[in-house]
């Protein structure tokens, strides 16, 4: 599982320009299934016959990751940009690699010698910040990058402490090593598998998967906030890690139902898998575009812990992860789905 995550964080694939990830996961994904093949939006959909045709499964993760796009370039060189899913408290200071050619960046705004009292006191907003990539002008800085190139985190893939790993991309690359993890197994109702894009914008490759196939139910696979490093009141602190997958109960785009969510934790506790629920209910997944497209159809999420969603440094544990596939398999071979 640790070499597998690994491999997915390597790839680019910020929303909207998932190419390279989505390329990445074919050829994965490919010796696993009957058929693969990218749709016309980038989602990667895999098929697998299951050992009974009485119900058609859809498991989804999606492959996308926040980062940013390259928006102006100054007659200084400098380059101007906006967020994909990023806040821009964890941008300052932070290095990139832009484009296909992989151009380092760094970003970084007025010095704080020179900065107000006022300035001083709030991070920078975005519009205050710039890309630096060592050009003398817009000439030369257009040598090297364009307008509409999308950026990544310089952020190396570790594993450290007790059984942490930490990479740029965890959200959700977690996701889809479990689901390639499962796909090792025959599951017991015909399943797609889908790698989707576009969740850090808005959901819109799940959907668009979604009304293709129309599933009788559908798994959404993700990761999930935990807070559990943070001075808070302990019913703040969402989830933690090393306590197991996180079963939902809610979030920002779904309530699940009761009679769903029973169905998962059965299957977790005959299978002796360690399980949480999450006690904080924002953040959203791919489950509101699924539940609520064409017919509709019952849904259900499991999530792996994670620490700084959304930032270079996204921190879960390796446990946590592998408790995620052996889950999602679980799921798929269990009659009570």
């Known amino acids: 599982m640790l070499e597998l995550i690994r491999t997915l964080c390597e790839p680019a694939g910020v929303s909207g320009n998932e190419r390279?990830?989505?390329?990445?996961?074919?050829?994965?994904?490919?010796?696993?299934?009957?058929?693969?093949?990218?749709?016309?939006?980038?989602?990667?959909?895999?098929f697998?016959?299951?050992?009974s045709s009485a119900?058609?499964?859809?498991?989804?993760?999606?492959?996308?990751?926040?980062?940013?796009?390259?928006?102006?370039?100054?007659?200084?060189g400098f380059l101007k940009f906006t967020g994909i899913g990023v806040d821009a408290r964890v941008l300052n200071g932070r290095r990139f690699l832009?484009?296909?050619?992989?151009?380092?960046?760094?970003?970084?705004?007025?010095?704080?010698?020179?900065?107000?009292?006022?300035?001083?006191?709030?991070?920078?907003?975005?519009?205050?910040?710039y890309l630096d990539i060592g050009a003398a002008d817009a000439a030369e800085a257009k040598k090297h990058v364009r307008v509409g190139d999308t950026g990544i985190f310089n952020s190396e893939f570790l594993c450290f402490g007790d059984g942490l790993i930490k990479g740029r991309?965890?959200?959700?690359?977690?996701?889809?090593?479990a689901v390639l993890k499962s796909m090792e197994l025959q599951p017991l109702y015909d399943t797609w598998?889908?790698?989707?894009?576009?969740?850090e914008s808005g959901g819109f490759g799940a959907r668009v998967a979604s009304m293709r196939i129309q599933p009788d139910l559908a798994i959404v696979v993700d990761t999930t906030t935990s807070a559990d490093h943070v001075e808070k009141p302990e019913a703040s602190k969402a989830s933690y890690l090393g306590k197991g997958p996180v079963i939902f109960l809610m979030e920002s785009t779904t309530y699940y139902r009761p009679e769903s969510v029973a169905k998962l934790r059965r299957i977790a506790d005959e299978a002796g898998i360690p399980w949480q629920h999450k006690s904080v209910t924002m953040g959203g997944l791919n489950s509101g575009s699924i539940q609520r497209t064409g017919r509709g159809c019952e849904t259900v999420a499991i999530a792996t812990p994670c620490r700084y969603l959304h930032s270079a440094v996204c921190?879960?544990?390796?446990?946590?992860?592998?408790?995620?596939?052996?889950?999602?398999?679980?799921?798929?071979?269990?009659?009570?789905l």
Do not use: W
């Open 20 to 46: 390279e990830i989505a390329e990445k996961i074919k050829e994965l994904a490919t010796p696993l299934a009957d058929s693969v093949e990218i749709d016309a939006l980038g989602n990667v959909l895999a």
């Open 48 to 51: 697998k016959k299951g050992k």
């Open 55 to 76: 119900k058609t499964l859809m498991v989804d993760a999606h492959m996308d990751e926040v980062g940013i796009l390259v928006n102006y370039i100054t007659e200084d």
């Open 98 to 129: 832009l484009g296909d050619k992989r151009v380092l960046a760094v970003a970084g705004t007025k010095p704080i010698h020179l900065q107000s009292m006022e300035e001083r006191a709030i991070a920078p907003a975005m519009d205050k910040l």
């Open 169 to 177: 991309a965890l959200d959700n690359r977690i996701g889809c090593a």
């Open 193 to 199: 598998f889908v790698f989707s894009v576009l969740e």
């Open 315 to 336: 921190t879960a544990k390796l446990e946590d992860s592998e408790n995620t596939a052996k889950l999602l398999s679980a799921m798929l071979q269990s009659s009570e």
